[in-house]
């Protein structure tokens, strides 16, 4: 199975040699999973690999928050796009919370939410005026 | 030239975004260049509003990509800059040429 190792590989040297050394020693090691977000430590013998997440793994804490992804789906548009946007932001959760943590992406991930949310609104409400509208206009006529 | 298909100033800088982007550019990665070149956070939403603008004047076109585990197995949109996208480039460029003999290196008001 093919393995990604995509997170911060520290070597006790600073060539880069050393840290594609520990990346592929990282695959080596855990060949059952397909993407391993972590840091590796390479000490000059031996890898030592701290496992942020994998995703391919059942593991809630990997993906967004699913009651902010719920309202991300609804205030997104155009429709014909909406997957791939929800897609690509949870590219971004995955990166931003191997680099910097859970908290850290959940957070940045909730403001990516409102901020959709907040260009949402006007159209809801100015679509809820015209509707408003041509509801007084029927009953006017009625 | 066509007048009505002249590009606004963030429709050029995405279509600039997916020809420096080759063959990798899809909603992401060019949110993600756009914000390097301009030095400022844009949101996915302005981008793929953008795209779709822009797939409608024919100047880009797109397709379904691949579905990978940490994007939650939804599938990649990726762009292409089409013919009409690249004349479209080109126009507005030799607009700002024309019409930019009087700009000046700096921008607060120096005169040169």
């Not at chain 1, 928050?65 to 590219?91: C, H, N, T, W």
Request: net charge neutral.
């Amino acid at each position: 199975m093919t393995m990604i190792f995509a997170g911060r590989a520290r070597a006790n040297s600073e060539q880069n040699g050393e840290n594609e050394f520990a990346s592929s020693k990282a695959e080596d090691l855990f060949s059952e999973v397909n993407v391993v977000f972590g840091t590796a430590i390479f000490d000059g013998t031996s890898v030592l690999l701290v496992m942020d997440c994998a995703v391919d793994l059942v593991d809630p804490s990997c993906s967004p928050p699913q009651f902010a992804e719920m309202i991300l789906i609804l205030a997104l548009s155009p429709k014909k796009y909406r997957d791939s946007q929800v897609g690509d932001l949870a590219e971004d959760f995955v990166r931003y919370r191997a680099k910097y943590g859970r908290g850290f992406a959940r957070l940045w991930y909730w403001k990516e939410v409102l901020r959709e949310v907040s260009y949402a609104i006007p159209r809801s409400i100015r679509w809820g005026l015209i509707l408003a509208w041509v509801e007084e206009t029927i009953r006017w006529y009625m | 030239m066509g007048d009505n298909k002249l590009l606004g100033s963030f429709e050029e800088i995405v279509l600039l975004a997916i020809l420096h982007l080759s063959n990798d550019a899809y909603g992401a990665s060019i949110r993600n260049a756009v914000g390097e070149a301009t030095g400022r956070s844009v949101s996915i939403g302005a981008i793929y509003a953008t795209l779709d603008r822009l797939e409608r004047k024919r100047f880009v076109t797109s397709w379904q990509g691949e579905a990978t585990p940490e994007r939650g197995g939804r599938a990649k949109r990726y762009f292409r800059i089409e013919s009409e996208g690249r004349q479209a480039l080109y126009e507005i460029q030799e607009v700002k040429r024309r019409l930019g003999h009087g700009l000046v290196a700096d921008p607060v008001g120096g005169t040169a």
